[in-house]
């Protein structure tokens, strides 16, 4: 079992940058794989990016792709994912998923969630 806690959402303007943070508990850390996904009003939950447990395989969806870089430290039981040059279309609230099944990192029903951090991009 993991327990994650998102942090770093806010409100920016458009071409602005955010860096947000994903604090696991446990000594398991270095065991899962690990994605962002993202979630608007009205609109179903959906895969941003995801890094394997080693960090040696990373995939994004093609709309962020160039502009945000997901990261992970397994001393610090941390995930990151960096947001530059962000758009009105990636308001959402962010959540944090930990899977140990890295076939099953992009989809959301199963894994491990945290609570979610709000991101809000201004035209």
């Known amino acids: 079992q993991v327990q994650l806690v998102e942090s770093g959402g806010g409100l920016v303007q458009a071409g602005g940058s955010l860096r947000l943070s994903c604090a696991a508990s446990?000594?398991?850390?270095?065991?899962?794989?690990m994605a962002w996904f993202r979630q608007a009003p009205g609109q179903e939950r959906e895969f941003v990016a995801g890094?394997?447990?080693?960090?040696?395989?990373?995939y994004y969806t093609d709309s962020v792709k160039g502009r945000f870089t997901i990261s992970r430290d397994n001393v610090k039981n941390t995930v990151y994912l960096q947001m530059n040059s962000l758009k009105p279309e990636d308001t959402a609230v962010y959540y944090c998923?930990?899977?140990?099944?890295?076939?099953?990192?992009?989809?959301?029903?199963?894994?491990?969630w945290g609570q979610g951090t709000q991101v809000t991009v201004s035209s």
């Open positions: 998923k930990a899977e140990v099944n890295f076939t099953l990192l992009r989809r959301t029903g199963r894994g491990f």
């Open positions: 890094v394997s447990a080693t960090g040696g395989n990373i």
């Open positions: 446990g000594r398991t850390f270095n065991n899962y794989h």
